[in-house]
């Protein structure tokens, strides 16, 4: 059973940073596809980061520049370096693991103070 763990988040003034990680235990973490999504308050989940099949990473627009997902496969973690946060990124952030069956941590709340 693939169990994903978040930390990292927390409440930051605008413009700050955080950085979220991600641990997977019973994965098969090295040819997973391991990625970011949030969903705030009366919205739908939303890609964040994730890293393609082909090893690629897609980002949303709105993040772009900003944040930088990255992953250890010997440390089975991911994580997710946000920069330059705005009060719109407050949100609960979910891990993502996919290797043909999707799996979900339990989330991270992110706020943004304005």
């Known amino acids: 059973q693939v169990q994903l763990v978040e930390s990292g988040g927390g409440l930051v003034q605008a413009g700050g940073s955080l950085r979220l990680s991600c641990a997977a235990s019973?994965?098969?973490?090295?040819?997973?596809?391991m990625g970011w999504y949030r969903q705030a308050p009366g919205k739908q989940r939303e890609l964040v980061a994730i890293?393609?099949?082909?090893?690629?990473?897609n980002y949303a627009a709105s993040v772009k520049g900003r944040f930088t997902i990255s992953r250890d496969n010997p440390k089975n973690t991911v994580h997710l370096q946000m920069n330059s946060l705005k009060p719109e990124d407050t949100a609960v952030y979910y891990c993502?693991?996919?290797?043909?069956?999707?799996?979900w941590g339990q989330g991270t709340q992110v706020t943004v103070s304005s």
């Open positions: 993502s693991d996919y290797s043909g069956v999707w799996y």
């Open positions: 019973g994965s098969t973490f090295s040819i997973s596809i």
């Open positions: 890293f393609r099949s082909d090893g690629e990473i």
